[in-house]
């Protein structure tokens, strides 16, 4: 199982619809996917339809009451499960706090569901804080949105620079564009420079679009219903872009498909 | 994904009326019809059906999605969408990914194979809670077999439950709805099986292994006869994949059986007729020679991957031409030669004569010696024999010996497998298995140094080939240069591990187990 988290500090950016987009092309493309939607807001959960609702709360999970297998909800799509938000969330760092290896908790949560799902999604709330660095350990690739203004690329330098230690070693961290509105001069500019933290970042990037925005009313990811809109495309050429990192992690049998065109 | 649950419907039911009974008595809601195709896929000897398996394409107004099942739950182990329609295909031409992990795996060499289509009108109905979420999923579907002509059968309606996972529980209550107000039955999914049995296919009912069940006290004429007729069909069931070259084990199969055949003229003579044994012998050593070049080929092309491995990388790419080369002299050998004569009027003669005299009468009182013989009795002669002249070969042999006297013994070794396969069921199976294992080990050290020998005389031939066709540049001969020396080291691997092997086989204890088998009769002092 490949873990790939959808991070930034700041809010809205893109992350949820980066999670459910990209959860998606990779379920279409013949890949068991899980989208955990961590974000107390519930946003993915909202977008799938499913009730940001978990049996027993967080503490019900960290306790072991509950297992992680057994909130698992099946999403409308074919090989899409997700694990939907709770309210209770939000102090998920008070909970955490209070456990043993508190750094690690959300790590050997997951553990059981590898053998079952290529991918995890984790749709991560913006904050930086113990969940944060749950998030870090459990995760084979930071996803990190980002829109390109220049207080966003000082947070991304931040970001950078925090996981830049022996205990993130493993964690591949992939800044991408999103948001990004080629009317405003400050966004072409950044995009196309491409410099510093965002050097090796995909070519890619996730447009400003209405079609994005959509999600919110049609409540499915873009490629349902805009299949042939840029911000459908985008999402699908990021995920190809993707595919060779992905594969270079080698994580047990699972190797890049195709998105269905 | 949950296991869907399988009711079945009456053939003459109405599925647009069952789909508008569902929407207003359990409330569902309807989608638009579908139309399904379902093909599915397997190599001709049964590789995923044996690994209990199957590969099916479904091809919907979504795409084409390759899928491949468990045949116990019908449970889908990998998926990958692909764009391709070919009637065969190797799933090295499939996108990576886990599916075509698994399939080369289970296939190795072998092509897929289409074995049964199936056209599905669907209609699809889903229960939905207030925020318009899907809980759960009923397919109608009306499934149809596909013949050769494209005229469609209709196979079976039937309705299937998809449960979803965390929503079971309304998935069950639509099940109870529809058992007891319905009285729909639940059964087992037999898609597979039905769609199989209904395309005239057997599953499992080729394999390249031979099981001739024999009596020790038939006339050995007869039980020989059974062992050839078993060989013949073999051949025949191989010949169309051969002249169309689907993959290279329907010539190896083919081969297999021809000189399983040759084998059994040559070693057990006195069963037959002088005249009829000479002159089948020559059609059959006519057959073996015609099929020898192509399979040559194909065993270059099949270890092509091993070549590239055994030389450095650097030298790997320069490689290519060869496997080009042979590519196109496999193509030309087998189309021009091979092909032509299996269509072709000797061949057609042979087997009508063949199977004339295999169909034939027995002769009430035979001429050759051991054609009215206990059939035992002459299996433990003839092979006892043989084992005994593999023996005394293997024991001449020194480390000074030229390579043709352990190719030889090779041949020997061979003759000994197939007389010892042939009348297996005569013996006791552990021990006939057991012995068989142990002339194994030998026959692997023999067939790897002559294999390697003939390969090393025949990578100079190419490349003398290739240079002539001007195919031939300096960085491809470093690279088959690299090769030979690889394949030479080999080779005197091969030979210095004969004299351990051989020792083994010709120990005390197996010889002991051998007189056992097939000369018992010197301690027993019956007979």
């Not at chain 2, 998809?162 to 059964?187: F, H």
Request: charged share 30%.
């Amino acid at each position: 199982m490949i873990t790939i988290a959808c991070y930034n500090l700041k809010g809205g950016v893109g992350k949820t619809a980066s999670a459910v987009n990209l959860a998606y092309l990779a379920a279409q493309g013949g890949a068991s996917t899980l989208v955990w939607d961590l974000d107390p807001q519930g946003a993915a959960s909202f977008y799938f339809r499913i009730k940001p609702r978990i049996k027993g709360g967080t503490s019900g999970l960290f306790q072991r009451k509950r297992e992680l297998d057994a909130v698992i909800k099946a999403t409308d799509y074919p090989r899409l499960d997700l694990i939907p938000a709770d309210f209770s969330y939000r102090n998920m760092d008070l909970l955490l706090e209070q456990q043993r290896k508190p750094g690690t908790r959300l790590r050997k949560l997951i553990k059981p569901l590898r053998s079952e799902y290529h991918f995890l999604f984790l749709d991560c709330p913006p904050s930086i804080s113990l969940v944060s660095e749950n998030i870090f350990a459990a995760s084979d690739v930071l996803l990190v949105p980002t829109i390109p203004t220049t207080l966003s690329l000082r947070t991304l330098q931040q970001l950078v620079e925090f996981c830049d230690t022996e205990q993130y070693r493993h964690l591949k961290v992939i800044p991408f564009f999103s948001m990004v509105d080629r009317r405003k001069n400050l966004h072409r500019e950044i995009v196309d420079q491409r410099d510093g933290v965002l050097k090796n970042a995909p070519l890619n990037y996730i447009p400003y679009a209405s079609e994005v925005e959509q999600m919110g009313v049609r409540r499915a990811p873009v490629d349902t219903y805009a299949h042939a809109s840029w911000a459908a495309r985008a999402y699908r050429e990021m995920w190809l872009e993707l595919q060779p990192t992905l594969l270079a992690l080698n994580r047990g049998g699972w190797q890049p498909q195709p998105a269905r065109r | 994904m949950q296991k869907s649950l399988i009711y079945t419907l009456f053939r003459n039911d109405n599925l647009t009326r069952w789909r508008d009974r569902l929407r207003a008595e359990a409330g569902l809601v309807a989608n638009p019809v579908e139309h399904l195709q379902i093909v599915y896929y397997d190599s001709f000897d049964w590789r995923l059906y044996a690994a209990g398996k199957t590969l099916t394409e479904v091809r919907s107004a979504d795409g084409v999605e390759l899928r491949l099942l468990r045949l116990v739950d019908q449970g889908i182990e990998a998926v990958v969408p692909v764009d391709m329609t070919a009637q065969r295909f190797f799933p090295s031409g499939l996108p990576v990914g886990e599916l075509r992990q698994q399939l080369e795996s289970l296939l190795e060499m072998r092509a897929l194979l289409p074995l049964a289509t199936l056209r599905v009108r669907r209609y699809t109905l889903h229960e939905e809670d207030r925020e318009g979420k899907t809980r759960a999923r009923v397919h109608l579907e009306a499934v149809s077999l596909v013949d050769a002509s494209g005229k469609r059968r209709l196979l079976q309606k039937r309705l299937c439950l998809q449960p979803l996972r965390g929503y079971t529980r309304i998935a069950q209550g639509i099940g109870k709805k529809l058992e007891q107000d319905y009285r729909l039955q639940k059964v087992e999914d037999e898609l597979y099986r039905q769609a199989l049995a209904a395309a005239g296919k057997q599953p499992g009912d080729y394999s390249d292994k031979l099981d001739i069940q024999l009596q020790g006290d038939m006339r050995a004429d007869a039980a020989v006869r059974q062992v050839l007729l078993t060989l013949f069909a073999v051949m025949q069931a191989n010949e169309a994949g051969t002249i169309a070259d689907l993959d290279s084990e329907f010539l190896h199969d083919f081969r297999v059986a021809v000189r399983r055949t040759r084998s059994a003229l040559g070693e057990l003579k006195h069963v037959f007729p002088p005249s009829t044994r000479q002159r089948f012998k020559r059609e059959f050593a006519w057959l073996g020679a015609l099929t020898g070049n192509v399979r040559d080929l194909d065993v270059y092309l099949l270890k092509f991957d091993a070549y590239r491995a055994a030389i450095p990388a650097r030298l790997r790419n320069d490689l290519e031409p060869l496997r080009t080369f042979l590519q196109y002299k496999q193509r030309q050998e087998q189309s021009q030669q091979l092909a032509v004569q299996l269509r072709g009027r000797r061949y057609r003669k042979l087997k009508q004569q063949w199977q004339r005299y295999l169909e034939s009468p027995l002769a009430k009182r035979p001429t050759a010696r051991d054609a009215a013989r206990p059939v035992d009795k002459v299996a433990h002669e003839r092979t006892w024999r043989m084992y005994k002249r593999a023996l005394k070969e293997g024991m001449a042999i020194t480390a000074d010996s030229p390579p043709t006297e352990l190719h030889e013994l090779r041949k020997s070794c061979k003759k000994l497998r197939y007389l010892m396969e042939f009348f297996q069921s005569l013996y006791p199976p552990g021990k006939i298995r057991a012995s068989i294992k142990e002339l194994k080990q030998l026959q692997d050290n023999l067939g790897d140094f002559q294999d390697l020998d003939v390969q090393i005389s025949s990578l100079r031939h190419f490349a003398m080939e290739m240079r002539r066709r001007g195919e031939y540049s300096v960085a491809t001969g470093k690279a088959m240069d690299a090769l030979l020396t690889a394949l030479d080291t080999h080779l005197h691997q091969a030979r210095d591990e004969f004299e351990s092997r051989f020792a083994r086989f010709a120990g005390d204890s197996n010889q002991a187990h051998f007189k056992s088998l097939f000369h018992p009769a010197e301690d027993g002092g019956a007979a």
